[in-house]
Structures are given as structure tokens and as C-alpha cells.
């Protein structure tokens, strides 16, 4: 026998005009394509709103730290090695950009299968 539903009820749902609206992206402030360069330039092509502005504030924090010689340290759970970016973590800590990595227990399990078998993360 079907369930019977109580029709959605909307008479507590507020609505506002898009036009006076509030909101956190505006056109003006979106990011410009990029073609080449260096990551300065990358970097200055990205939007300064929400995770582009974040991510811009990590980045300069990251080259001060490197500046005036004090610690980078990666705090991480598994997924950047789960998603394969171990190598570029590596090399980061090869060129000295990172100094010191914190992980779980995850990371270990993913970077051993990884080495031992050349894959990792199942369905």
C-alpha cells in the first residue's frame, strides 16, 4: 500500500528580491583567465573572494614563513595522497617549502599501497 504524504507546506518560507539581495560574488570580482606565466601571475588571476581569497592568504603566509626562516608544517588527512598528489607534496618538501608533515593514519595506509602495489583507494 502507497504511503500517503502531507503536501510541503511553504507558508514559513521567506523570499527576497535577487536584485537588493546580499551576496558574496559580484561579476566584477571573478577570476580572469590565465594563459601562462609565473604563480605570481596565477595567482593574481584568481578572485579575492571566499576559498581563491583563502587560498591567496596561504600562499603569502607560506612564502613569509619561508622568508624570514621560519617552519612550513603540512598538517593533512589522506586525501592528498589518496587523490595522488604525494608527488607533489615530495617535491615540495625537496625544495624546502615544506619543512615538517603531520598526518593520520590514513595517509600511511594509502602511501604504503601506493608503493607496495601501485594503487589505492577502493570502492
Given at each position: 500500500?502507497?504511503k500517503?504524504?502531507?503536501?510541503?507546506?511553504?507558508?514559513k518560507?521567506?523570499?527576497?528580491?535577487?536584485?537588493?539581495r546580499k551576496?558574496k560574488v559580484?561579476?566584477?570580482?571573478?577570476?580572469k583567465?590565465?594563459?601562462?606565466?609565473?604563480?605570481?601571475?596565477?595567482?593574481?588571476?584568481?578572485?579575492?573572494?571566499?576559498a581563491?581569497?583563502?587560498?591567496r592568504?596561504?600562499?603569502n603566509?607560506i612564502?613569509?614563513?619561508?622568508?624570514?626562516d621560519?617552519?612550513v608544517?603540512l598538517g593533512?588527512g589522506a586525501?592528498p595522497i589518496?587523490?595522488?598528489?604525494?608527488?607533489?607534496?615530495?617535491n615540495?618538501?625537496?625544495?624546502?617549502?615544506?619543512t615538517?608533515?603531520?598526518?593520520?593514519g590514513a595517509?600511511?595506509?594509502?602511501?604504503?599501497?601506493?608503493s607496495l602495489?601501485?594503487?589505492?583507494?577502493e570502492?
Open positions: 500500500m502507497p500517503k504524504y502531507r503536501p510541503l507546506s511553504f507558508n518560507v521567506n523570499t527576497c528580491s535577487l536584485k537588493s551576496s559580484k561579476r566584477d570580482k571573478v577570476a583567465p590565465f594563459q601562462s606565466g609565473s604563480f605570481k601571475s596565477f595567482l593574481g588571476s584568481l578572485p579575492d573572494i571566499l581563491a581569497s583563502d587560498f592568504a596561504a600562499v603566509a612564502v613569509k614563513a619561508g622568508k624570514n621560519r617552519p608544517i593533512m586525501h589518496k587523490v595522488g598528489l604525494a608527488p607533489v607534496i615530495i615540495l618538501m625537496e625544495s624546502g617549502v615544506i615538517a608533515v603531520a598526518m593520520n595517509c600511511i595506509v594509502h602511501d604504503y599501497e601506493l602495489m601501485g594503487h589505492t583507494s570502492d
